[in-house]
C-alpha cells in the first residue's frame, strides 16, 4: 500500500514536471504567446528619405578637431576655458583635442619636481565639467613641453624622472577616469615636444620608458577608455614587455587583440598624416602597420595632423584625396586637426571631388573628408508595426550602413523613445552600436512590450544613442543618423516613424520593456586588404547561424592566399563560420617567392646575380654593373621592395666631353665653335677657319666618336704661288705697273695746269 502511495507520488511529480517544462518553453513569459501572435501583425514602412545627407554632422567623438592648450599652473581652482568657450567650438566640432602642459611640476622646465597640485588637478576637473556642460567632448594629451620650445635648434629636455612621471599619470588619470563621459581616449604623451613622443633623451632612450608610461596610463583611466602612443613601434615596446612577445613593424599584422584587453586598447595618434611614405617616422613598414591598424583601429580611435610633403613642404603623392579614401578607411581615421597643416587643408577645400562616392559629387575633397572622418551612420530602411494597443507588442525593424572611415568605439546606450502629446516613455534595447562597423550595414528586429496603461493616441519613435556612462542626458553628445531631418534636437533621438495606440490587451504590464533580444539580421563582410576588390559579396544570415565560406578567393600580385581571418581564427575558402554579429573577415596572405631578373641595359655585370628569388615585400641585392663612357642613375624600379615578378632594368646617362678645335697658327675663326660639348659615341663638328696663304686641310685626330676629353689641331696645306694671280710675280707686276700709270697721269694733270 505505502509503496503504491510512494508510485503514485512520483508520477504525479513527474506529470508536474513535465508541464512545468511545456509551459516554460512555450509560455516564457506572462502574455507571450499573445506577444508572438502580436509581434507578428503587418509592418508598415515609415516613408523616412532612406538617402545618406551631406550635411558635415557634428557627432561626438568624430570629424575635425580643434585644439585647445595651455600650460597648467601649479595655482588657481578655477577651469581653464569656460562652457560659453567650449559651446563656440562644439557647435562646430564633435571633439576637441586638449593639449595640457606640466612645465610647473618638472624642475627641467622651471618648475618644481612635485605631484601635480591639488589646485591643478581641481582645475582639470572643472574644465572638463565645463566642456560637459556646452556638449563635447575631448582627447587629451599631456607633456612637459606644450609650445614645442627649442635651445639652439634642439628640443629641450624638460621630462621629471620617470617616476615623478608615472606619480603624474596617476593623478591626472585619477580626474579623467571620474569624467569619462566627456573623455574620448588619451594620448599617452608625456614625452618630447608636444607630447609627441620624439626628439628628447628620454623619448629617444628605448623600449623602457614607453613600457612604462603606456602601463601607468593603462592602470589609471578606465578599461572602457583606450590609449594611444605615437607610432607602431612603441606598440611593440610595450607588448614585448607585457606578453614576451617578439613583434616588430614587420610582422605587426598578425597581432590581433580583443576589445577591452590591455593590448586591444592601445592604439596610436599620427600626427605626421601622410606626410611622407612613412608619415614623418610613423610607420618603419607602411603596408604591414596599416593592416594592422585595420584591426586595431575598430577599437581605438585613429587620427592626428595631416600635413604637407617633409622635404619639400608642398603637396605629395599621399596628401592626395584618392589616396586617402582609400587608406582611410583601411586605418578607420577618425579624427584629424583642422587647423594644420592649412596648406593641405585650403588645397582640399578646393579640389573638386572626383571620387568613388556618387553622393558627393559638386561636393569639395574637404567636404568628403569631413562627413567620413569616424562613423556615419545611415538609416536604410525602417519598419513599424501597423497597429498597437496598450500591453501589446510593438516591433521594429530595418537597418543602418556605417559609409564613414571608422567606427563608433566607445559603448553607447540604444533607447527607443515613445513621445506622444503629454506621455514619454523610455526602454532600454539590448543592441550594441559599435557593431555597425565601417563600409558595413547591419539589421535589427526588435519587439517591445508596451505598458497596459499607455494612453490612446499617436506616438513618435526615435532611436536615441548616448554615452553608457553620461553624468546627464545631452542631446549635443547624442548620436546623430546621417539622414535629413530626423534628428531631435531636443530629446536627441532619431526618428524612426509613427504609430497609433488604440485599446488595451487583456494581459500586460505597466512597463515599457523590450522582449527577449529579437532576431538580428547579421552582416558578414569580406576585405580583401590589396587584393581583387568585390571578389567576395557579404552575406547577410541571422544571428548564431552557420553560413558557408565563398569557394572563390582573392588574388594579389606577389602574395599567396592563406585564408580568410577574424581576428581569433583563420578559415579556409568553403569552410562554415558561425555568425557571431555583424563581422568581418579579411584575407590573410602569405609572401610569396618573387623573381628579379637586373638588365645590365648595356652595361657589363662585374658583381652580384643578375636572377635572384626574394620574398614579395623584401629587397633584392642589386648587381655591380659598368658601361663605359656612361654613368649609372638608378634603376627602371625599387629593388627594396619587391611586389612581384619583375625584370629591373639599369638606368644610364651618356657621360659629356669638351673637344676643341685648335689653329695652332694665327687664323680666323669665321664658321662653328672651336670648343664644344659632345656626348660620349657622338659627333663633332669642326669650325672653319680661314689662314692668309694657306689652305685647311684636315684635323690632327677622328672627331667622329668622341670616347674622351680631346683638342685637335688644324693642319694647313701652303696655298701654291702659280694660283690666284697666275704667280706671284705676275701679280707683282700688274701692281707695278698699275702705279706707274697712276704717277703718269698725276704728272700730266700738274703740267697743264701750269
Wanted: charged fraction near 25%; aromatic fraction near 12%; hydrophobic fraction near 40%.
Amino acid at each position: 500500500m505505502r509503496r503504491g502511495k510512494l508510485q503514485a507520488k512520483w508520477f504525479l511529480s513527474v506529470l508536474c514536471g513535465v508541464l512545468f517544462f511545456l509551459t516554460s518553453a512555450f509560455f516564457p513569459k506572462s502574455g507571450a504567446l499573445l506577444e508572438r501572435v502580436s509581434a507578428e501583425a503587418e509592418m508598415k514602412d515609415s516613408g523616412l528619405n532612406y538617402a545618406e545627407c551631406t550635411e558635415n554632422i557634428v557627432n561626438p567623438e568624430r570629424g575635425f578637431y580643434q585644439a585647445l592648450g595651455r600650460s597648467i599652473p601649479a595655482e588657481g581652482r578655477e577651469a581653464w576655458w569656460s562652457e560659453e568657450t567650449f559651446a563656440a567650438y562644439t557647435r562646430s566640432f564633435g571633439i576637441i583635442h586638449l593639449r595640457l602642459g606640466l612645465e610647473s611640476f618638472s624642475s627641467a622646465a622651471g618648475g618644481k619636481d612635485s605631484p601635480v597640485s591639488e589646485d591643478a588637478l581641481a582645475a582639470l576637473s572643472a574644465t572638463l565639467d565645463a566642456l560637459r556642460q556646452a556638449g563635447g567632448t575631448a582627447i587629451v594629451r599631456f607633456s612637459y613641453n606644450y609650445e614645442g620650445k627649442t635651445v639652439d635648434g634642439r628640443y629641450v629636455d624638460w621630462e621629471p624622472a620617470p617616476e615623478l612621471i608615472e606619480t603624474h599619470i596617476a593623478q591626472l588619470g585619477g580626474v579623467l577616469a571620474r569624467n569619462t563621459d566627456v573623455v574620448a581616449a588619451v594620448e599617452t604623451g608625456m614625452l618630447g615636444p608636444w607630447g609627441e613622443q620624439h626628439s628628447t633623451a628620454l623619448a629617444t632612450s628605448g623600449e623602457e620608458i614607453f613600457y612604462r608610461i603606456v602601463e601607468a596610463w593603462l592602470r589609471a583611466i578606465p578599461s572602457n577608455r583606450t590609449v594611444s602612443v605615437r607610432r607602431p613601434l612603441y606598440y611593440t615596446y610595450w607588448a614585448n614587455r607585457k606578453y614576451g612577445t617578439n613583434l616588430t613593424p614587420e610582422n605587426l599584422s598578425g597581432d590581433i587583440a580583443e576589445p577591452g584587453t590591455d593590448a586591444g586598447r592601445v592604439g596610436v595618434f599620427n600626427d605626421g598624416y601622410l606626410g611622407s611614405d612613412s608619415d614623418l617616422g610613423t610607420f618603419a613598414d607602411r603596408t604591414e602597420e596599416t593592416e594592422w591598424l585595420f584591426s586595431r583601429a575598430r577599437q581605438t580611435l585613429y587620427g592626428g595632423e595631416v600635413v604637407a610633403d617633409s622635404e619639400t613642404g608642398l603637396l605629395g603623392a599621399y596628401n592626395d584625396v584618392d589616396y586617402l579614401e582609400k587608406e582611410a578607411f583601411l586605418t578607420h581615421t577618425s579624427y584629424l586637426n583642422i587647423s594644420w597643416n592649412d596648406r593641405v587643408i585650403n588645397a582640399w577645400k578646393n579640389t573638386p571631388y572626383d571620387g568613388a562616392d556618387p553622393v558627393y559629387a559638386g561636393f569639395s575633397d574637404y567636404d568628403y573628408v569631413a562627413a567620413h572622418l569616424g562613423y556615419r551612420l545611415v538609416l536604410r530602411k525602417s519598419e513599424l508595426s501597423s497597429s498597437a494597443s496598450g500591453g501589446g507588442v510593438l516591433r521594429l525593424r530595418g537597418s543602418i550602413e556605417n559609409v564613414g572611415f571608422g567606427n563608433v568605439v566607445n559603448q553607447r546606450l540604444a533607447e527607443i523613445l515613445l513621445i506622444g502629446e503629454k506621455e514619454r516613455y523610455v526602454c532600454s534595447v539590448d543592441w550594441d552600436v559599435r557593431t555597425v562597423a565601417s563600409a558595413s550595414v547591419a539589421g535589427y528586429d526588435w519587439s517591445f512590450r508596451l505598458p497596459s496603461d499607455i494612453p490612446e493616441g499617436n506616438y513618435r519613435v526615435f532611436l536615441r544613442l548616448r554615452g553608457a556612462d553620461e553624468k546627464s542626458v545631452s542631446a549635443l553628445r547624442c548620436l546623430k543618423l546621417a539622414n535629413a531631418g530626423i534628428f531631435d534636437e531636443e530629446s536627441g533621438g532619431n526618428f524612426l516613424g509613427s504609430i497609433r495606440v488604440e485599446g488595451v490587451q487583456e494581459t500586460g504590464r505597466d512597463t515599457f520593456e523590450q522582449i527577449g533580444g529579437g532576431e538580428t539580421a547579421c552582416l558578414l563582410s569580406f576585405v580583401s586588404e590589396k587584393g581583387t576588390e568585390g571578389m567576395s559579396k557579404d552575406i547577410s544570415a541571422s544571428l548564431d547561424s552557420v553560413v558557408r565560406l565563398p569557394d572563390e578567393v582573392p588574388e594579389r600580385p606577389g602574395y599567396d592566399f592563406a585564408g580568410w581571418s577574424d581576428g581569433k581564427k583563420v578559415y579556409a575558402a568553403g569552410a562554415e563560420y558561425v555568425l557571431c554579429g555583424n563581422s568581418v573577415l579579411a584575407a590573410v596572405w602569405t609572401k610569396a617567392p618573387c623573381t628579379v631578373i637586373f638588365d645590365g641595359g648595356g652595361g657589363t655585370l662585374q658583381s652580384g646575380k643578375e636572377m635572384q628569388q626574394v620574398l614579395c615585400g623584401e629587397a633584392a641585392v642589386p648587381p655591380v654593373y659598368e658601361r663605359t663612357g656612361y654613368t649609372f642613375c638608378g634603376w627602371s624600379a625599387d629593388p627594396s621592395r619587391i611586389e612581384g615578378n619583375i625584370t629591373i632594368v639599369a638606368l644610364w646617362k651618356a657621360n659629356t666631353y669638351t673637344v676643341r678645335f685648335l689653329s695652332r697658327e694665327e687664323a680666323e675663326l669665321t664658321e662653328g665653335e672651336a670648343t664644344q660639348e659632345v656626348v660620349y659615341g657622338g659627333a663633332a663638328i669642326p669650325p672653319v677657319y680661314v689662314r692668309e696663304g694657306y689652305r685647311l686641310i684636315g684635323w690632327s685626330g677622328d672627331y667622329n666618336e668622341i670616347a674622351d676629353h680631346c683638342v685637335f689641331y688644324a693642319v694647313w696645306e701652303k696655298i701654291p704661288a702659280e694660283e690666284g694671280c697666275g704667280s706671284n710675280f705676275s701679280c707683282v707686276c700688274i701692281v707695278l705697273m698699275a702705279g706707274l700709270s697712276a704717277a703718269l697721269l698725276f704728272a700730266g694733270r700738274k703740267n697743264f695746269r701750269k
